[in-house]
């Protein structure tokens, strides 16, 4: 934790007790850049803590699982049946012909497991 002095203006490394630079860095998958301290002798660093948790729930939010509606067919007789939509095919990288396993967990659930992976 950064402590500063009284009547200091400036912060101070916890690790050598030289001063820190203030710096706003981009953090990958964030759009919104943080507040970093760090010491240009011992490389110490730190985020300012309250943006480094917008970045965090930033990145969080882009890694939601997709979710897609799709129509249940009707086949033939009492068969159903579901197509994927091209964007879950691409991110699974599912061909033609892979078995797939199928389970029911509970009556609103159905997980599908690809052999192989």
Same mark, same amino acid.
């Given at each position: ?8 203006? $400036?912060?101070?490394?916890? #690790?050598?007790?030289?001063?820190? /630079?203030?710096? $706003?860095? $981009?953090?990958?998958? &964030? ?9 240009? @002798?011992?490389?110490? %660093? #730190? %985020?300012?803590? /309250?943006?480094?948790?917008? &970045? ?12 897609? /509606? +799709?129509?249940?067919?009707?086949? @033939? +007789? ?12 691409? @991110?699974?990288?599912? /061909? @033609?012909? #892979?078995?797939? %396993?199928?389970?029911?967990?509970? $009556? ?10």
């Amino acid at each position: 934790m950064l402590k500063i002095n009284k009547g200091d203006t $400036k912060m101070k490394c916890p #690790e050598c007790n030289k001063g820190l /630079k203030k710096i $706003k860095i $981009k953090i990958q998958d &964030a759009n919104t850049p943080v507040t970093s301290f760090q010491c240009g @002798s011992c490389g110490y %660093f #730190e %985020f300012e803590e /309250k943006e480094i948790g917008k &970045a965090i729930e930033e990145i969080k939010l882009k890694e939601m699982p997709l979710k897609i /509606k +799709q129509k249940i067919i009707k086949l @033939s +007789q009492d068969r159903l049946g579901m197509y994927f939509n091209r964007d879950v095919v691409r @991110s699974l990288d599912l /061909k @033609s012909g #892979e078995d797939i %396993f199928v389970s029911i967990p509970d $009556k609103n659930h159905i997980v599908l497991k690809i052999d192989n992976r």
